[in-house]
């Protein structure tokens, strides 16, 4: 297996208060990372030096999003909040009511967008007045930014909508599964994977459905395109289709049950939930590295830097390179 062999060396590890449900933020020459603890701490991303953090009154489950030379972070109960934030300190510009929220915000065209309840609220990104809000039927859960000045959002019961701020009802919308949906723009098209196990693509556009498949196990994130191919993870198999008809091209099963997947070159890193990072291809699958305890978020991977946080609240950043593969992690 020479031609799949990666190699992961542990550049640093950085210790926060508590563990994180969100992968972190890359943005240039930092890292935002998000964490229980309450806490947004903004690393160095050379050598993962802290250089700043904001404490507010609730754990956070989503990573920041970085807009227009801003961080957007949510804040849920008991606060409620989506702040703007200064790259430099971490100084509040502004903040604003929000309600209940997604757990994944979105940010695009100068616009923030969170939920609210059965709605979606948009908020101008340097001022933080509100600028549209777009009702579904059902309780928003999740956005993206889709480009053009769309967005999209869904529900936790299957439901996605393409909207815009300027617009009191979506462009469209589709009931895709009765379950939790993980969505991906990549190419005009609107990539949804389901807990259900349906995977479909939609024209970003109209709304038109391109195709639709059943993988037969239920989805577990959202799909990650890598040239003409998609990653799909579900629990316990990573599924790769093609982009243009959803056909499986293969799939691989790393052994324990799947927490996301990022994608490397032409090769997708799988984080399982037993502290097992893996690489696969179409060549076949093989241990990039093991943490101490259990992988806490799915990885990220930033050109050749991989970052992923472990069981101890650490977020280590490890660097990937042709090799034999090497165990990482400090004790």
């Known amino acids: 297996m020479d031609a799949l062999t990666v190699a992961a060396v542990l550049?640093?590890?950085?210790?926060?208060?508590?563990?994180?449900?969100?992968?972190?933020?890359?943005?240039?020459?930092?890292?935002?990372?998000?964490?229980?603890?309450?806490?947004?701490?903004?690393?160095?991303?050379?050598?993962?030096?802290?250089?700043?953090?904001?404490?507010?009154?609730?754990?956070?489950?989503?990573?920041?999003?970085v807009e227009g030379g801003l961080i957007y972070?949510?804040?849920?109960?008991?606060?409620?909040?989506?702040?703007?934030?200064?790259?430099?300190?971490?100084?509040?510009?502004?903040?604003?009511?929000?309600?209940?929220?997604?757990?994944?915000?979105?940010?695009?065209?100068?616009?923030?967008?969170?939920?609210?309840?059965?709605?979606a609220v948009f908020y101008d990104g340097l001022s933080g007045e509100e600028v549209g809000r777009v009702r579904l039927e059902e309780d928003?859960?999740?956005?993206?930014?889709?480009g053009g000045g769309l967005f999209l959002i869904w529900s936790?019961?299957?439901?996605?909508?393409?909207?815009?701020?300027s617009e009191d009802l979506p462009i469209w919308e589709a009931k895709v599964a009765s379950s939790g949906l993980y969505a991906a723009v990549t190419a005009e098209r609107v990539n949804?994977?389901?807990?259900?196990?349906?995977?479909?693509?939609?024209?970003?556009?109209?709304?038109e459905e391109i195709w639709r498949r059943e993988l037969g196990e239920a989805l577990a994130g959202a799909p990650v395109a890598v040239d003409d191919t998609l990653f799909v993870p579900g629990r316990r198999t990573l599924f790769a289709c093609g982009a243009a008809d959803g056909e499986p091209l293969w799939a691989v099963e790393p052994g324990g049950n799947v927490v996301g997947i990022a994608a490397y070159g032409l090769?997708?890193?799988?984080?399982?939930?037993?502290?097992?990072?893996?690489?696969?291809?179409?060549?076949?699958?093989?241990?990039?590295?093991?943490?101490?305890?259990?992988?806490?978020m799915p990885p990220?991977?930033?050109?050749?830097?991989?970052?992923?946080?472990?069981?101890?609240?650490r977020l280590n950043c490890f660097k990937l390179g042709q090799g034999p593969a090497l165990s990482g992690g400090k004790k």
């Open 73 to 119: 972070q949510y804040v849920p109960y008991p606060e409620g909040r989506v702040y703007a934030l200064r790259p430099a300190d971490g100084k509040k510009v502004w903040r604003a009511a929000a309600g209940p929220g997604v757990v994944y915000p979105a940010a695009g065209a100068g616009v923030v967008a969170v939920g609210e309840e059965a709605a």
């Open 140 to 146: 928003v859960v999740g956005a993206a930014y889709g």
């Open 11 to 65: 550049v640093w590890s950085f210790k926060a208060g508590a563990p994180a449900d969100a992968p972190p933020l890359v943005a240039g020459d930092r890292v935002y990372y998000a964490a229980a603890d309450k806490r947004v701490y903004a690393l160095r991303l050379d050598d993962g030096e802290k250089l700043w953090s904001r404490r507010f009154k609730a754990p956070l489950p989503a990573a920041p999003v």
């Open 267 to 296: 090769r997708a890193v799988v984080a399982c939930e037993d502290g097992r990072v893996w690489v696969a291809a179409p060549e076949g699958t093989e241990e990039l590295l093991r943490l101490e305890r259990y992988a806490a």
């Open 192 to 207: 949804v994977a389901a807990a259900s196990g349906t995977f479909t693509s939609y024209d970003l556009r109209t709304g």
């Open 300 to 313: 990220t991977v930033a050109a050749d830097l991989l970052l992923i946080s472990d069981g101890r609240k």
């Open 156 to 165: 936790g019961a299957g439901l996605i909508a393409a909207v815009r701020p």
